[in-house]
C-alpha cells in the first residue's frame, strides 16, 4: 500500500568552498579597507545629522530632481539619519560576511518526546499531586471553587460599565424639531430658497438655540443635505413629495450603512455617493439605495418655509440616521 | 591576543563569577542557525517592531491623546485659527514644530507598514514551507495572534492624530461594534463613552495603543522568540541536513554581526523611505468632522482587505421583532475574518489530522512536493488579493477609467470563482513541477548539445545530475493517504463512519503526489 521508497543515500554536505580572502591577503585587507569605509560613512551621516539640526533653517526649501522643491532641513537630517545607520549595518554584515569564518557547523537535535521513564514519572507526580489535594474526593469543594472562579470574573467585567451611559434613545432623536431652522455650515445663517439654485447642494445643520454650543456628536447626527432639482424630476410619493419645498429635497447626511458623510453629488445623475463603500443613492427617488452595500435609503427631512420666508424643518426625522443597530425597528 | 579580546573576556569571567552561567552561556554562544534568505522576514519583523517602540516614545513626549477642543495657532498657516482637537493639534505641533518630529512620525508610520508587510511575508513563508508542523503548532498559533493585533494596534496607531481620514475610520468601526447583534449599541456607547465621537475615544485607545497592546505584543515576542531559540530553527532539505541536525552558522560572531548589523539597515531604510516619501500629511486632511469627508478615503494596505470585503457586500439588512440584523456589516466584518483566523490558527491540526503525520518536523518542504496545501495558500491569497482591489476600487476607478460598479461586480463575483480557480490551477503547476523533478532525476539536464546519430537521428544530449543534486530533488517524503475503512474485520460499520470516509476522502487529496523517482528507477537509468 505505502508509496514510501527508501530515500537515495545522503552523499552528505557539499565540500567547503573558501573565499578569496580566505587565501589571498590582499582581498582580505581590501575587505578590511571596505569595512571601514563604511563605518566611516555612517559617521560622516551622523555629522550631516548634527549639521542639518542645529544649522539649517527649516524653511529652507531647495530644487531636488525627481523630488521637486524640497524642505532642506527635514531632507538632510532625513539622509544623515539614514546614513548614519545603514552604513553601521553594511559594514557589520560586509564584515561577517567576507572575514569572519565562514564554516559551516553541524549541531544535533534530539527528539522533544522525553525517555518513556521520564514521562512515566512525571504523568506519576501529577497524578499524585492531584490526588494529594483530594480534588477528585472532595466534590463540595471542586464545586464551590468553580463557583467561585465562575464568577470572580464578573467584578472586573462590571468595573468597566462606568465606561459609557448607557444608550437610552440617544441613536433615535436628532437636533431637529418641528420649525427649526436650516443655516448653513459653515456660517450659521439662514436659507432662503433662492440662495439654492437648480443643481446646487448645500450642507446644513439645525439653527442653533440660545446658549447651546455645536458639538461633534450633534453634526454627526444633524448634518444634513440639501439639494435643488426641478419640482418635475421627483418621482417621489404624494407624501414624500410634500416634504420638499420648490424642488428643494433634505437627506441626512449620514449614511445609512456605516455613517460616513455621504458628500459626493453627481449632478448630471443626480446620484449621492458615499466616499467610503460606494453606496449610491437615487435623489430623485427619495434616496433610494440604487447600488452598493447599504440596505435603506438615506432618512429625508420633511421642510417648508416659515413666515419670514426662510427654510424649517416642517416635523424632526421620522426614523433614525446613521447606521443601523439591533434596537432599531425598521 | 589584541586588547579587546582580553577585556571581553574578563567581562565573561566577572559574568560566571556572579552568575555561574559559563556553561550555559557557551552553548548558547555557539548555537547554530541554518541561513535562508527567506528567514530574515522574521527578523524584519522584529527590528520594525523595535524600531517602532522607539519612534513612538519619541512621539509620546509631544503627543497630546485629547479631544478637547483647541484653537490652532501654530506654524502651519493653513489651519491657523481653525478649532479643532487637542490630538490634531498636537500632531500638527510635532510636524511643524519639533526639528526632526516629522520626519519620527513617517519613520513610525512606515515601520508600521513594514511590520505588517514583513510579518505576513514571514507568515506566508512558514506555511508554504510546513514550518509551522510539530513541534512547532504554538508559534504558528502565537504569530497568528500576533498578525492579528498587529491589524488592530496598526489601525489605532493611525486613528490617534484625529484627522478628518482617521476620524472616518474611527466611524466605521464604531458601526461595526453597533452592528454586533443584542449588546452592539451598548459596546459602543461604553467604548466611546456615550454616542460617537464624543471626547473619551482618542485618550482610551492611546493607553491601548502604547500601553496594552505594546505589552502583550512583548510578552508574546518573547515566547515566540524563545520557541525558536529552544526548539532549533528549522532548515531547509539538502545533502547533509537531516531531521536530527541543524547546519548553519554559530551565533558568536557570524549571526551577532550578520543580525545586528541587518537591524541598522532595516533601520537605515526605514529613514530613507521616510525622508523621500512622505506618508499619511494630515495637515492636508484637516481635522475631524462626521459632517465632512474626502473622496478616496482609503486605510492602511493591511486594512484594506477588510474595506474591501465590506464593499462588496451585497446590501441585506434583517428588520423583524422591532430588531435590525445588519448582515451587510456582520457578514464582511465579523464572520468572514473570524472564519479567516479561526481557520488559519487551526490550520496545523487540520493538516495533521487529514495526513495522520504525528511525528515532528524540523525540515522544511519545498512548497512543489505539497501540492494541497501550496494550492489552500494560493487560494486564500487570491481571496483576499480580491479583497484588497475591491478595497481599492475607487482608486482604481479613477487611474484606469472603469467605472467602481464593474470593478464592484468583477469582485462580487471573482471572490467566488477565482479562489477555487487558483487552487485548481497551483495544484496542477505542483504537481507538473514535480514531473519535472522527476525528469530531471531521471533524464539529467539539457546540455544544449545536438548530437547526430549514425542513422541520421537528431538527439540532445543530457548531463545526469551529480549526487548532491539528485539528492535535494528526491529526499522529500511521499505519505500514502490514510485509510480508515467504514466496516470493520466484522462486517460492522464503525462508528463515525461518515466523518471518516469524509476524512480519508480529503486524506487521498491531500496526498496527491508525483511519484518521485526510486532507487531501483536511478538503477535502470544506470544501465541505458
Known sequence: MSREVAPLSDPGLPDHVHRKADTDPIAEKK????????FAFSA???????????????????FIPILGSTNAHQLFLGLGLTCSLLFIGMGAVHWAKYLMPDNEVIAHRHEFRSPENERADFIATVKEGAAASGLGRRSIIKRSLALSMGLVGLSPLLLLRDLGPLPEKQLETTSWKTGTRLVTDPGNRPIKPADLEVGAVAQVLPELVEGQERTLNNIGKDAVLLIRLRPEEFQLSPERLSWTHEGIIAFSKICSHMGCAVALYEQQTKHLLCPCHQSTFDVPRAAKVIFGPAARPLPQLAITLDSEGYLIAKQPFTEPVGPSFWERSS | MSTGEKALGSVANYVDERTG???????????????HWSFMLGEVTLYSFIILLLSGTFLTFWFDPSQREVLYEGEYQPLNGLKMSAAYASTLHISFDIRGGLLMRQIHHWAALLFMAAMIAHLLRIFFTGAFRKPREFNWIIGVGLVTLGIVEGFLGYSLPDDLLSGTGIRIAEAILQAIPVVGTYLAFFAFGGAFPGEAFIPRIFTVHVLLLPGIFLALITVHLMLVWYQKHTQFPGPGRTEKNVVGYSLMPIYMAKAGGFFFIVFGITAFLSTVASINPIWLYGPYTPGQISAGSQPDWYMGWLDGLVRMSPPIETHAFGHTISWNILIPGLIVPGILFTGMALYPFIESWLTGDKREHHLLDRPRNV???????????????VTVINGGNDIIATNFSLTINQIMWASRIGIFVLPPLAFIITKRLCLSLQRADRDLVLHGKESGTLLRLPHGEFVEVHQPLNAHETFALTQHEQRPALVLPTFDDHGVKRPRAMLNKWRTRMSSAVSEQIQKPTPDDMKEIEHH
Not at chain 1, 575587505?31 to 563604511?38: K, N, T
Not at chain 1, 551622523?46 to 531647495?62: C, E, G, N, R, V
Not at chain 2, 552561567?21 to 541561513?35: H, Q, R, S
Request: hydrophobic share 55%.
Open chain 1, 31 to 38: 575587505a578590511e579597507r571596505q569595512v571601514a569605509l563604511f
Open chain 1, 44 to 62: 560622516l551621516g551622523t555629522i550631516l545629522f548634527i549639521y542639518s539640526y542645529l544649522f539649517i533653517h527649516h524653511d529652507l526649501f531647495i
Open chain 2, 21 to 35: 552561567a559559563a556553561a550555559w552561556m557557551k552553548k548558547n554562544l555557539n548555537k547554530v542557525f541554518p541561513d
Open chain 2, 371 to 385: 501540492p494541497n496545501r501550496t494550492a489552500l495558500g494560493a487560494m486564500s491569497l487570491t481571496f483576499i488579493v
